[in-house]
């Protein structure tokens, strides 16, 4: 976006969390879509007489990333209290880390307008989450609210990053990384619409080759990659707005209104000192054994970068393409096992790209959650090569698949879809087609050759879809031309 002579300083905080059956403190379950406040004990509520009891998988877990992101893992960390009165945090106050993170000073690689860009991750901390609230409508109108308490306890990790973004579209590439690292490390499952993935942007503006920062706004609980481009974007034009009227920008939190494609004031920025943060007296520091991180870091997958660089050296393929399969690590494992099955790279990329990618948006589907095999896909593509199915029969083929998921053999059977390939069988249709036609004949043979193109057509149309094209063409050209 445009921003004259003002340029955007833009850093995220994002809160996933973890994928964990139970609960950062007690043994409540994490379960998303249960009833409203089934899933609580007196822990995750924080009444008074209970002790938290720390979860050692989210611990393994935010080593894991720290190290994905390129941290510093912590020998000695700790947790502390952060008091705040909400009505989503019965305890008010919220179990969390402060200067004592687990992780602290990594990066991650994003690839702007073709060059590489580094974001630097300030600390990643682990936390609990609050509890829900459940609006009629948005917040700014909501006639009342209800508690949902099921979330209170559920872990997080708060990936905050350095203010090293300059525009809506960086901040954007930045968390849509992030979001590939932790499916790739398989630590959270970064349903952003259910909230397991969302972030606060951090946003001002100041005149461009300024050294110091302007005033920021923070926008909370953004919850997808078009609301977080689009908030920012309105931000950003305001921010320059209220400095060209010579208008001050007030440091507060402010809230995404979809509805109306606008920013709106919810309260004033708390700083540290408002939080009167204290070391949590009924949790022990955390002492991190060197030969358990060795141990984690041991174990760590291929990660999106990597994987990137083996598809365009081991199958040739574009970075784009590459790009696109890495996204996600249901993707990639798609891929690769397609690869076990057929060896044409790049057709089986652009399969995935363009009719797998589009069936998934239509039905609103992941890839781990739909019918379709690898296996049936590369059957399909084999049929296509042996001329038993044509390209555009495959379509249809492939759309029976992903929806039934039966193998295509099956959906070419049970449709009668078997490509004609027999000249003998295919002359005589050709042959009526021609001498039905007469004036196109003709006007082909005074060099119309899109006269041809209609009797093709008349053929495919005759025999359904199901005549080989290429054969049709050579049987109609050598009858048109032989008289024959």
């Not at 850093?11 to 409540?28: M, N, P, Q, W, Y």
């Not at 049936?376 to 199915?389: A, F, N, R």
């Not at 998921?405 to 449709?415: A, D, F, I, Q, Y």
Request: include cysteine; proline fraction near 5%; hydrophobic fraction near 35%.
């Amino acid at each position: 976006m445009p921003t004259g002579r003002y340029e955007a300083v833009i850093g995220l905080e994002v809160h996933a969390e973890l994928r964990t059956d139970s609960k950062i403190f007690c043994a409540c379950s994490t379960r998303f879509g249960a009833e409203p406040n089934t899933q609580v004990c007196p822990i995750c509520t924080g009444m008074p007489g209970v002790l938290p009891v720390l979860n050692r998988k989210v611990v393994e877990y935010a080593i894991k990333t720290g190290l994905a992101l390129n941290c510093e893992i912590a020998e000695f960390s700790k947790f502390d209290r952060k008091n705040y009165f909400y009505p989503d945090l019965p305890k008010a106050y919220q179990i969390s880390q402060y200067d004592l993170p687990i992780c602290r000073n990594g990066y991650i690689d994003i690839e702007v307008e073709g060059r590489k860009k580094r974001v630097g991750i300030t600390r990643v901390h682990m936390e609990e989450d609050a509890g829900k609230l459940l609006h009629q409508g948005t917040i700014a109108s909501t006639p009342y609210s209800l508690v949902d308490l099921n979330r209170s306890g559920v872990p997080l990790l708060e990936i905050v990053s350095e203010p090293d973004m300059r525009s809506p579209a960086e901040a954007r590439l930045y968390m849509e990384k992030l979001r590939s690292i932790l499916l790739f490390l398989g630590v959270s499952d970064c349903r952003m619409e259910e909230g397991s993935l969302r972030c606060d942007a951090n946003v001002s503006v100041r005149i461009q080759g300024q050294q110091g920062f302007g005033t920021k706004t923070e926008i909370k609980n953004l919850n997808s990659f078009k609301a977080l481009e689009r908030a920012l974007e309105y931000e950003i034009k305001r921010q320059i707005e209220l400095l060209e009227d010579d208008e001050s920008v007030i440091q507060e939190t402010r809230t995404w209104d979809e509805s109306q494609q606008a920013t709106l004031s919810m309260r004033s920025k708390e700083e540290a000192q408002d939080y009167r943060y204290f070391p949590d007296p009924d949790l022990v520091p955390l002492i991190i054994d060197r030969g358990w991180v060795e141990e984690v870091r041991s174990s760590l997958p291929e990660l999106p970068d990597a994987a990137r660089e083996r598809l365009m050296r081991q199958f040739n393929l574009p970075e784009y393409d590459a790009n696109l399969l890495t996204m996600t690590k249901d993707t990639l494992d798609f891929f690769d096992e397609c690869m076990q099955y057929y060896q044409d790279a790049k057709t089986v990329s652009n399969w995935i790209m363009g009719e797998l990618s589009r069936l998934l948006n239509q039905h609103n589907l992941e890839l781990k959650d739909a019918k379709i095999k690898p296996a049936h896909l590369t059957e399909m593509l084999k049929m296509i090569d042996s001329g038993q199915i044509s390209g555009k029969m495959a379509k249809t083929v492939f759309e029976e698949m992903f929806v039934s998921g039966k193998s295509p053999e099956t959906v070419v059977r049970e449709k009668g879809m078997v490509q004609i390939s027999d000249e003998a069988a295919l002359e005589p249709v050709i042959a009526r087609i021609i001498a039905e036609n007469s004036g196109v004949v003709e006007d082909y043979r005074k060099g119309k050759e899109k006269a041809f193109g209609f009797l093709v057509g008349q053929v495919m149309k005759a025999t359904r879809g199901q005549a080989n094209p290429k054969v049709v063409n050579d049987i109609l050209r050598r009858m048109l031309v032989d008289g024959q």
